[in-house]
């Protein structure tokens, strides 16, 4: 009678470990989840600083020509005006 019941009780243990396996992988999958969102986050973060960086640079160098041309206007409008003086 011990022999009839054996194969059951294996049956019933190889599907036992089979759920486990099973919920070993959906609580690792689980498990993994928050650090997948926490990478994509410092990911979004990184390029927003990248793209800010750019753009700020971008804005230096405009404010630097436009500094420049102010100053050579400036210098153009007082030769002008000592042309002007000596006609």
């Known amino acids: 009678m011990k022999s009839l019941n054996l194969p059951l ?6 599907s036992a470990l089979m759920q486990i396996d099973n919920l070993n992988s959906e609580l690792a999958a689980a498990m993994a989840e928050p650090f997948k969102l926490l990478a994509t986050a410092y990911g979004e973060k990184r390029r927003h600083n990248q793209k800010t960086s750019f753009w700020e640079d971008k804005i230096k160098s405009v404010k630097a020509r436009t500094a420049n041309q102010e100053m050579q206007v400036k210098h153009l ?7 002007n003086t000596r006609i």
């Open 77 to 83: 409008e007082e030769v002008r005006l000592r042309l």
């Open 9 to 14: 009780i294996f049956g019933e243990t190889a």
